[in-house]
């Protein structure tokens, strides 16, 4: 069946099985890998994407539900050659160790700020639940959350306490 995709903000056109994930679409037909295949039963969070905004499973969501919607993948997060706060968040906080679910992770973040643009801790906790790191950098993907939050809203980041320890004399 041929299916009509908006993911990044470009039209694609797939003939594919209107059953298939959206996942495998994204990665086999239109070669976006930063969606990871992590368990293939919606429970790990590494292939989350936004569609219309929400945060998805896409291993878990058939491409025929992403037909009608604006897909976007962790490739459709960077502006004029600028990464999403969140990401330079991460960067920053080193809220990652292998980086496998942290495409998946950042996705869910970005839904969060998007809906939530100061979100407590509590909430942040709330957005992620479905989202596993077998690193465990859980502490660091919330200071990172926190700070993108921070800087979206037009504040000034706040350097990491170990930045600040190295620069002084």
């Given at each position: 069946m041929l299916i009509e995709l908006d993911v990044n903000g470009r039209r694609h056109r797939v003939d594919v099985d209107p059953d298939r994930s959206l996942l495998s679409v994204l990665r086999e037909e239109l070669a976006l890998t930063g969606s990871k295949y992590g368990c293939g039963e919606g429970q790990c969070g590494?292939?989350?994407?936004?569609?219309?905004g929400s945060a998805e499973k896409s291993c878990r969501t058939p491409v025929a539900k992403a037909a009608a919607t604006r897909v976007t993948t962790i490739e459709g997060l960077e502006r004029d050659h600028r990464l999403h706060p969140l990401q330079r968040a991460f960067i920053?906080?080193?809220?990652?160790?292998?980086?496998y679910c942290t495409s998946g992770m950042i996705m869910a973040g970005v839904a969060l700020l998007n809906t939530t643009p100061n979100p407590s801790k509590d909430d942040i906790v709330r957005a992620m639940n479905g989202n596993i790191c077998r690193c465990g950098a859980y502490p660091?993907?919330?200071?990172?959350?926190?700070?993108?939050?921070?800087?979206?809203?037009?504040?000034?980041?706040?350097?990491?306490?170990?930045?600040?320890?190295?620069?002084?004399?």
């Open positions: 590494a292939c989350t994407v936004l569609l219309s920053e906080e080193t809220a990652m160790q292998c980086g660091q993907i919330v200071v990172a959350i926190q700070r993108a939050s921070r800087e979206m809203q037009g504040n000034a980041p706040t350097q990491k306490k170990t930045q600040q320890r190295e620069r002084r004399p």
